[in-house]
């Protein structure tokens, strides 16, 4: 299929790009370049040999939208361009309304135009909020305590909505738990701005020489070993949870959330130490108070991704980390470097 990847130049979105190729997808990015770097497509090019039709432009220009819909007559998109740091949401909830729910209107009413009729959105597993239970499945209740996170429910509501006025619609919603990990080429990797708010960019900086130490937020929380739990999936096995929606979109209509995560939890000071093992190196840490807004366990149930996508996780913790030390070693400046 011809596939429009919003964002296509990001971390997940590049990811995603090499295994849509790599199923014989034609994809074609629109990205504006505000947390990504042109680079980062030329290296997809690079590992891929293939074509990847690209515009720069913002996910909320009508123009730019319709010129992308003509051009390249999309047969389904897969919207990843949105602002996704939970603290700066805190700080600029305008700015994040606008990106991350206008900017879907906006792809919205464009499909429209273009009859485009599939859809899978980038969701986040903080829809749910703090947990009534664990392992949270697709129908725990959706309490978003961030900015961001309302934004992404906000978003999937009105997916949901976009899709019940046309039974001949598909939206797909996948809720990422915390995606980490690197392409095995060590080519394409997570490569945050400025200093990185997630716990893996973070320890990589760290195991590089770029950032002093790793502050771990907590140790009180009511987890094993005292530190938060979280369900890391490798970004490679989510970006195959992509392709596996284009293929479920192609035949399933309405909007349906899926949990895209591994079912296994690991906590800061695991992924620490699993880290220390990849890279063969202590990774120098300070423990403090929590972060505001933290939770103390998150873990996915996956069983619908599984049975109705016919998609599972494959990579282990030591691929996680493993994959993260390369990229990071061989790019000590991310993309800067090139
Ligand atoms: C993981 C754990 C921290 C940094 C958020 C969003 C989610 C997605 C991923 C966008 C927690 C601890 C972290 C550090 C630490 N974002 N930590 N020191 O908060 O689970 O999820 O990012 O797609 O939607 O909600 O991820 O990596 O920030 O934190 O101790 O310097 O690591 O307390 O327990 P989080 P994270």
Redesign the pocket.
């Known amino acids: 299929m011809r596939v429009l990847v919003t964002g296509g130049a990001g971390y997940i979105g590049s990811h995603t790009l090499l295994e849509l190729m790599a199923q014989g997808h034609e994809v074609c990015v629109l990205d504006n370049y505000s947390n990504a770097t042109p680079e980062v497509l030329n290296r997809v090019r690079a590992l891929s040999n293939g074509l990847v039709h690209d515009y720069i432009g913002d996910v909320r220009d009508a123009a730019k939208l319709d010129e992308v819909m003509q051009d390249f007559q999309p047969e389904a998109v897969i919207h990843f361009a949105g602002l996704?740091a939970?603290g700066e949401s805190q700080e600029k909830p305008l700015l994040y309304y606008d990106v991350n729910v206008s900017g879907t209107l906006a792809l919205l009413h464009a499909m429209e135009r273009a009859n485009c009729k599939r859809l899978i959105f980038s969701s986040?597993?903080?829809v749910y909020g703090e947990p009534v239970y664990l392992p949270y499945d697709e129908a725990h209740p959706t309490n978003p305590t961030?900015v961001?996170?309302k934004t992404k429910l906000i978003a999937e509501q009105i997916l949901t909505d976009w899709a019940a006025a046309d039974s001949t619609r598909a939206a797909v919603l996948l809720r990422?738990f915390?995606?980490v990990g690197a392409h095995a080429s060590a080519q394409i990797g997570e490569d945050p701005k400025d200093i990185?708010?997630?716990?893996?960019p973070?320890i990589a900086q760290v195991a590089v020489g770029k950032r002093e130490a790793?502050?771990?937020?907590?140790d009180d929380y009511d987890t094993p070993d005292g530190?938060?739990?979280?369900d890391y999936i490798h970004v490679v096995d989510l970006a195959r949870a992509h392709v596996a929606a284009i293929a479920y979109a192609e035949q399933a209509t309405g909007a349906r959330p899926f949990n895209i995560g591994t079912g296994q939890s690991y906590s800061?000071r695991d992924?620490v130490a699993a880290f220390e093992r990849a890279c063969g190196a202590a990774i120098k840490t300070q423990q403090v108070g929590?972060?505001e807004g933290?939770?103390a366990a998150?873990q996915a149930d996956a069983t619908r991704a599984n049975a109705e996508l016919g998609w599972k996780a494959t990579h282990d913790l030591d691929a996680m980390t493993a994959s993260t030390w390369a990229w990071q070693s061989a790019n000590p400046d991310g993309y800067d470097g090139s």
């Open positions: 996704k939970v986040s597993a903080t961030s961001y996170g990422y915390n995606p990185p708010n997630n716990l893996m973070f790793l502050q771990i937020f907590g530190t938060g739990l979280r800061v992924m929590r972060r933290d939770i998150m």
